[in-house]
Each structure stands twice: as C-alpha cells, then as structure tokens.
C-alpha cells in the first residue's frame, strides 16, 4: 500500500502544502441500522463540506467519491473537485437523505468489494483523463469505509475479498464503525477528538480500524481530520534544546538536542471563511492570519523550520495579552524517512520533556530560525514562541509579541476596597451566571454552518440536469422503473483510451450501457470529470 511517499523532487508548491489526497468514502450501513444513522451522517456531511468548500487559499481536499452499500454497491457521487462544487456535494447529500430507511436486509457478501475495486477503477480512469500536472498529485486514494456492522468481521471480509485487488494505489484503507452514542459524551467537559483505532494488516496492506459515535459532533469531527495536513514525507519543525554541557566560553547553542517535529493546525482561522466577524477584513488576502510558522514550515524542502530554546518561564510568567495569531500543536514526527530506532527515541525525548514541563510547570521560549535563505545584509526580524505543555504527549506552541510590537499600556493597580453597593450589585449579577469547570468548545455554535451554506444558495449560472432527470421528462411511465433500478447502478468505467487506428472491443450490453451513460455534451463532460491546472 501507498504510505503517502512523493517522488517529486524540489519544494512542494503552495497546493501541495494543503492539499489532501483523493477520498473515496464507502457507507455501508444496511436495514435497519440506517433509519437511526442516515440524519446524523447526512447533517455531519453537510457540515463539513460547508466549511472545505468555503476556506479560501489552496483546496485541502482534491477529489472526492461517495458510494452506497446495502443490497447492492451505488455510485451515489463519481470522483468530483470539493473546492467550488458545493451544489453537487449538497445534492449528494440529499440523495442520501432520501435512500430507503425501512425493509429486509439481503446481504450480498460482495457487495463491499465491489464498491472498493469499481471506486478504485473510477479513480485510475479520472486520472487518465486529467492533464499530466494534476495527475501527479493524484497519486494514491484514501478509502474509508462507514459501517454499522462489528468492524472485525467487516476487517475479515476485506482481507478475503481484496487479496487478489492491486491496491498499490491505496495508501490507505480505513473502517470506520458507527456505534450508538455514548452517554455524556458531549458533555465532557474536555472533548475527545481521536477515534480509538486498531490496524489490520493482510498481504503488506494495512487497514485501520476506528469507532466513531452516532452523534452529528463526532462524525463532524472525523470528517475535519481530513484538513489536516497528514503528510509524512518530511519532519516539519526541529526544536532545539541547548546541550547538556556548556560554559560561558563555549555556547549552549553549540551541540543542541534536537527534537523532530510535526506541525498541526489547533483550529481555523476565521480569516480563511468569508463572512466570519475576523475574516470580512480580510477578504482580500487568500493566506488569511496563518502564522508565519506554519508557513515556512510546510514551504521549506531543503531545510527546516527551527525553534531554538533560549530560556525557561514560570507558568504564571506570561500574560496572555502579548500572545498574538493562531496556535499550533506539535507532535512526535512520523516521518516515513527516518530509522525507526530513531523515531521511538525521538518520540520518548518528546514525550520526557513533556512530562518534565508539567511537573516543574514551565514554559519555554523559542526563538525562530527561518530556513535558509539567501545572503542579505539586511538581518531578517525574529520571531519569538511560547511552548506550553499539556497533559496530553504534544506541546502548544504561541507567538510573543517582542518589543518592537508593544505598546504603551498603562494600568494602575485595582483599588483594594470598591464600594460597597457597587460590589453588592455586581456581585449578586454573578451569582445569577451558570458556572462551568472547564470552556468545551463542541457546545457553543455561532451558526456558522448555516451562514456558509447560504453563501452557496445564491444563483451562480444554470445547472445541467442530470440524465435520470431529462429520462423521466421524456418517459413519466417509467419513473417508478427508473427508482427501482437506481440501487443496482454503478457509474460506468470511463472509455479507455486505445492506440491509434484500433477500435476496442466492447461486449454489445456494455457498450449500450456506455453510451446511456456517457453521451453529454461536451460542457457536461467537464463538469464532471474538469481539468486540473
């Protein structure tokens, strides 16, 4: 199986940065089981393509395909670009929303492989009709299967059924279980984000095993793992710490352990969606308020973001106030490139400092090294983090203003004894208030989703209608026909593209099927399967 490994040679450009591989999501969730699924996932679904089509800047999402398993596999969405094709996503969904929730369940033991090799057989056609510079990022395909089913067996099922299937352009096949909601969970007041997972390997092929709750929440969730940049191709951030041994003569900075890290966004940036509060005065700027860090780490190929540690903080020695831009996580590298010995002994490094911060309660401050850049004789600003531990085995990394950013803030000191009405009327405003432990952000919404969806409402040109469409218009009496047949279609391979001056050969059926499919008129045809540049 693909494990994410570029062949490219040279810095990544800005789309490669984001951009995440192409995504073939499978649900298979039969009678009954999706009566009491079907609304949660559609919700989360829409949710999440609400935001992936509105971030402004390089797509993180490439492609993506939907089908539907219960009696028989169904195309419900051929591979399509995420970025700008909202309407479609959303009619996706609404498709799904009206699949039939009630009646027997005949499983078909192949159903599931199916759906795995013809998804898999759409993405190698796509990528023969796109133009040569997009398919090279279209190199491997995540597939992600949601069941109801006991996810072990449905493990079994594939390892049987996939084990004479060329997945060397998978580089990753995932199980998802749906199981039901678990009580209190979106109460905790610490929310959980990260599924529980085991991992099955058959024939050099892994496939991951996760659970995830029947709650629109946690499926929301899981579908925004799928912005992260999940690339292990290079470590992102080397964190410096001076040497165990140094004198006045001979500087810390000298021999420094370095630890390897990964970059991950914490949250983002209202600046990125059109018509947040923060973004609207940033309309004009695609980058949005990324931190400089983020940045350069994720731009630099040659070299390497550093963070060299100048000094250690109390805890309480920082005020918030001169904290500006958005926070990042760092972790453990996983980069494929390194030796696994060095990796473990990395990751117990990472993981000791962690421990060794939360017990002397600590900060630390960093200083950043851009890579290496051309000579100048100008020498470039720095910029200066704080590294905040957590119980958690990752670090919390904050930009400091310097200063050069501050200004003049005078604050006197709050008088000792405020007036005794004054105190009593506030005081009794207070007691009124709900008191929380703890802020969990999974519980405070600001209708968001709705905001951007509406965005999408808006008249944007005429939309072709689909062949079932225009079929039921030129034939009513056979619209019931049609509905019943619909579960057992698949989308058609594209034509395979043969050697000048020969024709191939076709069986009669497959290539009536072919054509019903198939014949769009050219603008359709590139909607639907849309050059890259």
Known sequence: MYHGRTTGKGPPTP????????????????????????????????????VACSLMGPSRMSLFSLYMVQNQHE?????????????????????LRMLQREGCFRPQGTSLQLAVENGLQQFNQYCRHVTTGAALAYTALEITILTSQPGKELVKQLEEGLKDIDLVKVRRLQVVEIIKETIGCMNSASPVEESSSDES????????????????VSMEMFFKAWLHNSGTDREHVHLLLPSQSFSKISRATDNPMCLKCDLQERLLSPSLLPGTADGSLKMDDPKGDFSTLYQMASQSSASYYKLHVIKALKSSGICESVTYGLPFILRPTSCWQLDWDELETNQQHFHALCHSLLKREWLLLAKGEPPSQRPSLREPASTFYVIVPSPSPTLLVKAVATRELMLPSPFALLPENPPDDSLKVVENILDRLELESTYNPLQVWSHLYSHLTSTFAKPQGRHHPSWESRALRKHPCKAGQL?????????????MTSAPGRAPKMPAASKASSEAVFQLSEEEEEEEYPSVP
């Open 483 to 495: 509905q019943t047949n619909r579960v057992r279609a698949t989308v058609a391979p594209l034509p």
């Open 15 to 50: 789309a490669q940065i984001y951009q995440q591989p192409p995504r073939l999501l499978i649900v298979h969730i039969p009678l009954p089981s999706w009566a009491d699924i079907c609304s949660n996932l559609c919700e989360a679904l829409r949710n999440f393509f609400s």
């Open 201 to 216: 390997s058959f024939l050099g092929t892994d496939i991951d095993l996760q659970t995830v709750d029947n709650d629109v």
């Open 75 to 95: 195309c419900i969405l051929p591979f399509v670009q995420v970025k700008g094709n909202f309407a479609r996503l959303q009619a996706c969904i609404s498709e």
